[in-house]
């Protein structure tokens, strides 16, 4: 197999995802994923479309990502992963990550900041007198 490559996107974060057959390593930026998320929900997240397609240990990973905090990042990274492995087999993973939800982009951003106010929504305390 050679290698396949996909993008996944969330908030701010833009990951780039290039899967080629190996021992299951998964480098982000030249780094090891142990050292990038030091969290292990944030690996767990990660490593989600090669739990539910039972293919943990078989694809090398290697990923760059820019923009975005570590949680936005996760899961850029992991609907990265989950387009990589449709496009290396459609038939065999497309179902099963379809019904678990992974190849959904999550179209939230973060609002603007109105002028005259806080933040996006909040409003300055009112005060009739």
Known sequence: ???THALGRRKAAVARVYLAAGKGNITINDRPIEDYFKEETLRYV?????????????????ITIVGGGTKGQAEAIRLGIARALCEADKEAYRPALKAAGLLTRDAREVERKKPGQPGARRRFQFSKR
Do not use: H, S
Request: without cysteine.
């Open 1 to 3: 197999m050679e290698q």
């Open 46 to 62: 990660v490593n989600q479309p090669f739990e539910i397609t039972g293919t943990a240990g078989q694809f090398d990973t290697r």
